[in-house]
């Protein structure tokens, strides 16, 4: 199993950045994928999930309304479209199946 993220970096506060993680290994199309973010002394926080069927995708209260989670089957591939960034948005964001599988994470600094 292997899961890449990528699109991390500096961005001053109000902009916008979109990740990605690129999934491969399992069957992608049987997993929720979710994101979920670090920072140093702290435990891990879910961000978003998405899911494999109709369900609705979930959203942590802290991102609802600025956070949207995507994924492109054929692809293999999650997304995390995050606009009107805050400073408290900083954080190491990494992706998952849910399945204890986890990429390497990718940095987000909201910073002017």
């Known amino acids: 199993v292997q899961l890449v993220e990528s699109g991390g970096g500096l961005v001053q506060p109000g902009g916008s950045l979109r990740l990605s993680c690129a999934a491969s290994?399992?069957?992608?199309?049987?997993?929720?994928m979710s994101w979920y973010r670090q920072v140093p002394g702290k435990e891990r926080e879910l961000v978003a999930t998405?899911?494999?069927?109709?369900?609705?995708?979930r959203y942590a209260p802290s991102v609802k309304g600025r956070f949207t989670i995507s994924r492109n089957n054929a692809k293999n591939t999650v997304y995390l479209q995050m606009n009107r960034l805050k400073p408290e948005d900083t954080a190491v964001y990494y992706c998952?199946?849910?399945?204890?599988?986890w990429g390497q994470g990718t940095q987000v600094t909201v910073s002017s």
């Open positions: 998952s199946n849910g399945a204890g599988d």
């Open positions: 290994g399992f069957t992608f199309t049987r997993y929720a």
């Open positions: 998405i899911f494999n069927t109709y369900m609705p995708t």
